[in-house]
Structure formats: C-alpha cells, structure tokens
C-alpha cells in the first residue's frame, strides 16, 4: 500500500469538515513549554470546555491535528496538543526516545494545566502512548481513541528492516520529503538522523518503556480502535485482535483508508468519533 504526503496530510478536507459542521473555527492558540528531562515540552491549548488530549504520530508534530483540532474546537472542547520529544518543536533532552518517555511528557503537560483525567486521542505512535496512558493502574485518561497504533512491537515486525534504513537522505526526498523539510523549519536540534535512529529502535521496543504488550488487557476505560482497511502499518486483524484484549473496546474499521484514516476519511471518522465521545 502507497504510504504517501496525501493520504497521510489531508489537512485540507478535514479542517474544511469540521469548520462547515460548526460554523466556526479555533481560536487563537495558547502555546506554552514545561520542563522535564532536559527538554522544553511545547503544548498548546486551543478553545474553551472540557479538555482534550492530541497525541500526533511518529516523525510529525501536532501540526498534523489541524483539522481535527478545529472540529473539537468547533464542538466544545479545549484542545491539547503536545509535540512528541524529538519531533515538532521539541529537543529530544537527556533521555533516550521512548513510548515511557512521551508517557511521561503527555502527564507533564496536563500537570501542567492541572488537568486531573481527559478523553485522549492518539494516532500511529501517539495512540501507542495513549494505550501506556490508559493501562497505568489509575489512568488520567477517561476514554481513549487510537488510529493506526499498535499495542506489541511484534504488530510491526514485518517492518523493521525498513524502518532501519530511514535516514535523512531516503525521507528527504519523493513523498516523504515534506516530513524532514518540517523537521528542519521546527526542531531546536537540527539532527534528523539521531531522531529517526532513535524512533526505529522506539517502533521495535517491547520492554517495560516500550509498547504496552500485556498490559493493554489492563485498560478499563472506553476505547475506539480506529484502524484504515488498508494501512500499511496496522492490519484489521491486528486491531481486531486490539479490540479483543481490552474490556471495553469498539473497532472502527475505515473504508478506503490507510494510516491517517482521520484525515482520509472524515465523514466516517468524525461521526464515530463524535458519538464516542458523547456516549
């Protein structure tokens, strides 16, 4: 399956879906940082109600929850977006990439806003992240929605001779280019190939600061298991087998989509989401 800039940054369509639903969009955001391990996590909030949380995928930066982001706006929420440690406008500070540390940065933030518990939503490695969140004994999280996110490093096995051979020079160009070109315009520390080396060993890691792995089963709190009928990265047996380890868990499978199956195909997504949320 083509793993490309349109079927991963369809920005336009949604933020035009959720601007039209609503008949307004977000407002100006707040943007703001919180130390911790060496690293100045960025955040920014963005409209009033009830709190959010935005976990974005691997190798982006929140940017990528534009269109989401107004059509929560639009409908009520204050909306929190983290940039993950390494990625958008975040160093990657004293401590190696893992899934524990983007654990721990996420409750930082909501620390910081003194934020007690919030639904969460996290797509490919955000939504790995989200499941940590949503497994801890008294999570912060009061439901979740993952899209495209695996709860064992075993899910991606197929791909790790792959992700080994990402570098700069292989993702600067042809479609994968506009992820190193936003690398470049946002990031403090300028080394995209330490950041990518660090997220492929992270995409491989199945120990205690890794994927979830058996503790997914200990997640209580609603779940939506959003998957693409054609993501590369995540098949819909691999989510189905998801949905069968937590308690409370729905699969939402998206026709005609791949991994960014928000962004491909709101008039599916947003209604599931929406009546998720709400229920």
Known sequence: MEFNRRNLLALGAVTTAGALMAGRVARAQTAATVSRAGSDIYYETHGDGPPILLLHGGLGHSGWFDGLRDHLVASGYQVVLVDTRGMGRLSLGDIPLSYAAQEDDAHAVLDALAIETCPVIGFSDGGITGYRMAARPSPRVSKLVTIGA??????????????????????????????????????????FDRMVTQAAAMWKDSSADGHPEGRIGEITVPVLVTVGDNDPFLS????????????????LVVPGAAHAAYQERPDVFL?????FLAD
Not at 236 to 251: F, K, M, P
Not at 271 to 275: F, I, R, V
């Open 236 to 251: 819909v047996s691999d989510a189905n087998e998801t949905r069968g380890q937590i308690e409370n868990a729905t699969l």
């Open 271 to 275: 209604p599931a989401l929406d009546a």
């Open 150 to 191: 695996r709860w064992s490093a075993e899910n991606g096995r197929g791909m790790w001779d792959t992700f080994d051979t990402w570098n700069r020079e292989l993702l600067g160009s042809g479609d994968f280019s506009f992820i190193v070109d936003d690398y470049d315009r946002l990031n403090p520390d300028g080394d």
